[in-house]
């Protein structure tokens, strides 16, 4: 792949029906090669991306096998069966990218607005990410560009005017766009959805109440769940199924079990146990659990680790300190080997869901195919480097220092990024947007369509930087140091040229702008009013902040 | 920030500054000039840590002359971590600030099990094994062996450390374990002997209680401590117990049966070695009429016997000439053991005092008090004369000299109680003898003598002055603070109905109670879907946890609460319990948000704090109580009464076992400081804020309530005395909606500054402190 260059086994089909010629797909730059492996037979294929117009893929999950269908500029339409839906992911990403890169960029903006961004983007990103980066040829990242431009354009805008008018500082800009940044960082990695909370597994075994059959109830997701938080119960279906027995089989045994456990029939357990090895598997406690445990607990927070103190308490020596005060619990002895209490599973089940999955939704299909990807993502996972780990768990400690300290003892300098007072701002903003909203709708008051697109555009443009400068205004407040209060002036200098260009606008009698200016009026008055009380106040307290 | 406190300098690592802090640190300051102990009750939340450390490293960088080394112990070792943690802080900022004359050395220590980075030793399973598994590796006698033959193993990191003599140093800095071990790996020297080499250069030194004040490990670890030292006591309000229990011992018939093991293994290895080596046993006698000072001339690797409790004038003395020889004092053992067998086997309570045992013990077994009193040292020597390395399988002989140590010792102050079961249990039959000490002012003594000032200080020491009553000790210093707080940022409620207006308690007539278990659950179900982030729930006892979330996992009612949280729970299990809480602050971080369930009495309600997002609101189920009606509580009480006068009710209420609870049924009294301080943790600085929740019908009565912490109920409004869930619900969406809001964080706005900065700590430097905060 690291050549630019994806070759897969492939059978080329002329139809759906057709048999199909095996062979290899290479896919280029700009062109598509098929060659097949018997070299004289006559469905060879090359042609460049540009004729493509359209492709379709079989989904994951249907009955049929992986296929990629081409259609041509002329109608005519290539297949291509692939051995697995992996290859056919990368090949299908592959091509949706060259498909994008023929339109260049005026192509690129027209799909934005034909609110076809999310898609673009999701395409580019995938592409970029599955492949090295020597691949990715000059004109995707021209593509990038300009739909980051197109997005943002409007954002752009807004920073030249604050920003580079020094309203504001580049960290206030973006101080109140974290998020933003964040959500475009975050999509680079790919995102699994989480698990639920809840305990699948435990739910209850149905009864029928005239026999004593007892039924459970087994769907992939919850063998997933099984698997992930009982490692050797994989392991074991991994061991035994198909070789030794039966799917079905394993897991009536293991439904067995489960029901001696739950049951608390200590003593039929480990009759039975003693009797049937394979039903002994699902009793005794998890040796891969016990050696996971053991890694974990040498990389914990130091500072709750409680099993150092055990290490380091010579008072609890045996025999040693107070024996029978009354104050400890009497412990309840029992046969520790197979008591697995309802406690422990409800913590490793919590654990199993904050580490999250490492199969996708698509994979849940049969137990084998569960147990299967499992297994995958366990050996990646163990190959992944170790100083990743490390390097994880060294961030982690910087975060508890960082933890330990005390919030508001430290100095002000971020107080500036204060959060916005939400009640003040959202009454204001959901004031804004629904005049904009009702604008537009309303059949009598269609204003903005009458304008002008010119004087539309500067309108909604004042629209935006008005909003941002409340946001700031409001968040401004209350004003705690120096800084916020140099900030509040520059803004309401700011508000006030501001005003004096809507005046000229509002000419037009726009009831938009007459909004604005409300807008704008109502946070300089507040601006004016607790001026005054600030001096007031100076007056009286020397020590008071002005 | 930096200011003065008359002519000492104080370097804080931040830029404001609470003004409970800053009296702390003045009166901090008298008991060190006056160079006397004092007595310090802060509320959590109000950075006492970082306070007490500050002050302190500033003293001692002003008194260059005659510097001053600071013994800083926790109660556990997360703690020690957390408390190290906060001293990196502060000396990053003094050394930034004062260049490298703020250098300091600060090591926390521990033993070999937290410390040893050698993968055969560390891998063993607890500490007396990894204790074992070292010297097998390390003492003399293998080392002097391993040179005669190469295949002999011996400890690379402690060969490597031993080579490198006067040349292993620790740099300047602050050492947690975990950079003690990765220190000890890079320079390939044993973690654990360079440290406690270290902890005699040390400017500052960290570790738990017990290695100042139980005399096993004092005796190694703590005898090079030099005089001007300030010793805290970080949240101390459990020292007593810590003392008493460090000073008691009990013998059961486990424990017989083991000495009786250890004893023949001890004579094979006699009969052995006096066929091969009689000379080292006749040196042994040598050294034996001479006096036990045996401990100078022995090398590092070997110092791991101590007295328990001998004060060092014995030490000179001859030991008795009828324990010297090897053999005598196997007899001697196997007396004791056979006498300690016959008295275990009663049917009746006994309880006796020291000396009538003692005297016992010498008509019947023909033992006199003063070879008691050398058998922990002579037992010793024995197994260091016999090369003995795994000490580990030796516990049981070890705990038999202790108590025959601590017997022949003291004379009053302890008791010797013989049960033969436990009375909450009397069908199982369990007999043990035990001493248990009744005087925490004889484990601290030595402690009070020896240093210029000991500062005990924690959250809540109420009343303050009893704790000078039971250590025995005259404090210069002893204050109370009260936290003043910017806002309302603690919300506590008692909730006494479930929604459906039936009460709620954990008393034993209703605990079992379905309506109960219910009402429960269904505020649990409530809360976790209004509050954010964290929520921790104690419940009275493990077994009581234990039935109540399987009836909730039965009746759905925890399939609704995992709709909305993660849950994860304290096990009796500590490595999975530590795992589960590693968990649950993951899932806070991470914003899924997690319940953890705990026990008022465990491990997890002692000593870890639920601060922040950890623990927005945190609920009590029931009243913790405690089980007064045993014969050590009530030995201890008569005791106290009897030495102290120190009156039963007041001791009760101090360790906060109230109220008799329905005597006719169960005996069962309440534990109100076991409530305080599951709850007290919730709050970590005044930016913080937390509700607490007491579910139970007794706390809305006066009496019950009023036996919280001050700081809490100051918080509790009368309005909040008698809440339904619906009622609790509502008011705590109030008080989240409350403290979602910006707000002044000096407090300038309520008159009273509740944060003080770089200017106003100046003038409160000249005007005197006191008239500005009281």
């Known amino acids: 792949m690291s050549s630019g260059q994806v070759t897969k086994r492939v059978k080329y089909k002329t139809s759906v029906k057709d048999a199909g010629t095996p062979g290899r797909l290479s896919l280029v730059k700009e062109r598509l090669v098929f060659r097949p492996n018997n070299p004289n037979s006559a469905s060879k294929l090359d042609m460049q991306f540009k004729y493509i117009t359209n492709h379709r893929y079989t989904k994951e999950g249907s009955n049929k096998a992986p296929m990629l269908n081409l259609t041509s500029n002329q109608g005519a339409s290539y297949i291509f069966e692939f051995e697995s839906y992996e290859d056919l992911h990368i090949c299908r990403d592959f091509v949706g990218c060259a498909n994008l890169m023929k339109f260049g960029h005026k192509g690129v903006a027209e799909l934005l607005h034909r609110q076809q961004k999310l898609q673009i983007l999701e395409l580019i990103r995938k592409f970029i990410q599955n492949n090295p980066a020597e691949m990715i040829c000059s004109s995707v990242q021209g593509c990038c560009k300009t739909i980051d431009y197109v997005l943002h354009s409007e954002l752009q805008k807004l920073h030249q005017q604050f920003v580079g008018g020094g309203v504001l500082t580049e960290a206030e800009f973006w101080a109140t766009r974290k998020k933003l940044l964040e959500k475009d960082a975050n999509r680079k990695a790919k995102q699994r959805g989480g698990l639920k909370s809840s305990v699948l597994a435990e739910s209850k075994p149905f009864i029928d109440g005239r026999t004593n059959r007892v039924t459970f109830n087994l769907t992939p997701e919850i063998v997933r769940e099984i698997f992930s938080e009982k490692p050797a119960v994989h392991r074991a279906y991994l061991n035994f199924v198909p070789s030794k027995m039966a799917d079905k089989d394993f897991w009536t045994k293991y439904c067995r079990a489960e029901y001696l456990q739950r049951s608390k029939n200590i003593a039929a357990a480990i009759a039975e146990a003693a009797e049937d090895e394979e039903l002994a598997i699902f009793l005794k406690p998890d040796d891969i659990l016990a050696n996971e445990t053991r890694r974990k607990i040498r990389r914990v927070d130091p500072t709750l680790d409680m099993e150092t103190d055990q290490g380091d308490d010579y008072s609890h020596l045996p025999d040693h300190g107070i024996f029978r005060d009354g104050s400890k619990e009497v412990a309840e002895s029992g046969n520790e080997l197979y008591q697995r209490t309802l406690l422990q599973d409800l913590n490793r089940h919590a654990a199993v869901v904050l580490q999250g999955t490492p199969i996708d939704e698509e994979q849940l299909k049969d137990t084998q195919t569960v147990a299967e990807a499992l297994e995958r993502s366990k050996q990646e996972r163990s190959t992944a480097s170790k100083d990743d780990e490390s390097s994880a768990d060294q961030e982690r400690l910087k975060g508890i220092s960082q933890a330990m300290t005390i919030d508001d003892l430290r100095g002000s300098n971020d107080h500036h990024l204060a959060p916005l007072w939400i009640k003040v701002l959202s009454v204001l903003t959901h004031n804004i947007s629904s005049t904009k909203y009702n604008l537009g709708k309303k059949p009598g008051e269609s204003l903005l369509d009458s304008l002008p697109t010119s004087v539309r555009d500067e309108l909604l443009h004042h629209h935006i930087s008005i909003e941002e400068l409340m946001k700031h205004f409001w968040s401004s407040y209350p004003i705690t140091n120096k800084y916020l209060n140099t900030k509040v002036t520059k803004l309401k200098d700011e508000m006030s040229k501001m005003d004096s260009q809507l005046q000229v606008t509002s000419l037009l009698l726009n009831s938009l702008s007459v909004r604005l200016v409300q807008a704008l009026e109502a946070a300089m008055q507040h601006y004016d009013a607790e001026q005054q009380k600030r001096a007031s106040k100076a007056r009286e307290k020397p020590n008071g902040y002005s | 920030m930096k200011f003065q406190i008359e002519e000492v300098t104080v370097y804080f690592p931040y830029d404001n500054i609470y003004p409970e802090q800053y009296t702390y640190m003045v009166e901090l300051k008298r008991a060190l000039d006056a160079k006397g102990h004092c007595l310090l009750e802060m509320p959590t939340g109000t950075g006492k840590t970082i306070a007490l ?589 009897d030495t102290f006068q120190i009156k039963e009710g007041d001791f009760l209420t101090f360790d906060a076992l109230i109220d008799v609870m329905n005597i006719k049924l169960t005996d069962r009294n309440l534990n109100q400081r076991q409530a305080a301080q599951c709850v007290g943790r919730v709050i970590r600085s005044k930016a913080d804020y937390g509700m607490m929740i007491f579910a139970d019908k007794r706390y809305s009565r006066h009496d019950k309530r009023s036996k919280l912490p001050g700081w809490i109920l100051s918080h509790l409004r009368d309005a909040n005395l008698n809440l339904s869930t619906d009622m609790a619900l509502h008011i705590a969406r109030e008080f989240l909606r409350k403290m979602a809001q910006p707000y002044e964080k000096t407090g300038s706005t309520t008159g009273r500054k509740t944060l003080l900065s770089q200017e106003d700590v100046e003038k409160l430097g000249n005007n005197g402190a006191q008239e500005m905060l009281y």
């Open chain 2, 53 to 641: 450390l500050s002050l302190i490293t500033s003293y001692a960088l002003a008194k260059t002359e005659s510097p001053i080394k600071l013994i800083y112990c926790t109660r556990t070792v997360h703690e020690m971590e957390k408390t190290l943690a906060e001293l990196k802080f502060l000396h990053n900022y003094q050394v930034k600030h004062l260049g490298a004359a703020a250098k300091m050395l600060a090591i926390g220590l521990s033993s070999r099990k937290n410390l040893c980075v050698n993968p055969t030793v560390s891998s063993a399973e607890n500490r007396d094994s990894v204790d074992a598994a070292c010297r097998k590796l390390t003492a003399s006698w293998v080392r002097s062996m391993a040179a005669e033959n190469p295949n002999q193993p011996t400890c690379e990191f402690y060969e490597n450390y031993d080579r490198a003599a006067g040349g292993a140093v620790l740099p300047a800095g602050v050492y947690t374990l975990e950079d003690l071990r990765a220190f000890g790996k890079e320079k390939g020297w044993c973690p654990y002997f360079l440290a406690r080499h270290m902890v005699q250069f040390a400017n500052v030194v960290v570790y738990s209680y017990q290695y100042l004040l139980d005399p096993k490990v004092a005796g190694i670890i703590s005898k090079e401590m030099q005089k001007e030292s300030v010793v805290v006591f970080d949240e101390a309000h459990n020292i007593d117990n810590v003392c008493i229990e460090a000073l008691s011992v009990s013998v059961r018939r486990q424990t017989l049966e083991g000495a009786i093991r250890n004893i023949s293994r001890i004579e094979n290895e006699i009969d052995r070695f006096k066929d091969i080596d009689a000379g080292r046993l006749r040196a042994e006698y040598n050294r034996l009429v001479e006096g036990l000072a045996l401990r100078g001339d022995l090398s590092a690797s070997d110092a791991w016997l101590a007295n328990p409790a001998l004060p060092d004038d014995i030490l000179r003395q001859a030991v008795p000439g009828n324990i010297r020889r090897a053999e005598h004092f196997l007899h001697v053992l196997r007396r004791l053991v056979q006498y300690l067998k016959v008295k275990l086997d009663t049917d009746k309570v006994e309880k006796e005092s020291p000396v009538s045992f003692v005297a016992s013990i010498n008509s019947d077994a023909g033992i006199d008090q003063k070879a008691l009193k050398f058998c922990y040292d002579r037992l010793h020597s024995l197994l260091m004369t016999l090369e003995i390395t795994d000490t580990d399988e030796f516990l049981h002989i070890q705990t038999i000299c202790d108590f025959a140590t601590l017997v022949g010792t003291y004379a009053r102050g302890f008791s010797i109680i013989i049960e033969p079961f436990d009375e909450r249990m009397p069908l199982i039959p369990d007999p043990v003898l035990q001493l248990c000490c009744h005087d925490a002012s004889l484990a601290i003594k030595p402690v009070f003598d020896r240093f210029q000032s000991v500062v005990i200080t924690s959250g809540t020491l109420s009343p303050i002055d009893l704790y000078p009553r039971l250590l025995n000790f005259h404090p210069v210093v002893s204050r109370s603070f009260k936290m003043s707080l910017t806002r309302d940022c603690i919300c506590p409620m008692v909730l006494t109905r479930g929604s459906d207006q039936l009460p709620v308690s954990t008393k034993f007539d209703m605990r079992s109670d379905p309506g109960v278990v219910r009402n429960y659950g269904k505020l649990l179900v409530e809360m976790v879907s209004i509050v954010p982030d964290g929520i921790v729930c104690f419940f009275v006892s493990y077994s009581y946890m234990d039935g109540i979330i399987n009836s909730w996992n039965e009746s759905g009612i925890l399939k609704d609460i995992m709709q909305h949280k993660l849950v994860f729970i304290e096990t009796q299990d500590v490595v999975e319990t530590t795992l589960a809480l590693d968990n649950y602050r993951r899932a806070c971080d991470c914003g899924r948000g997690a319940v953890f369930f705990s026990v008022a009495r465990g491990k997890v309600a002692e000593g870890i704090d639920f601060d922040r997002h950890y623990g927005r609101l945190v609920i009590m189920f029931g009243v913790p109580f405690q089980y007064t009606e045993s014969k050590i509580l009530r030995a201890r009480l008569e005791y106290l009464r």
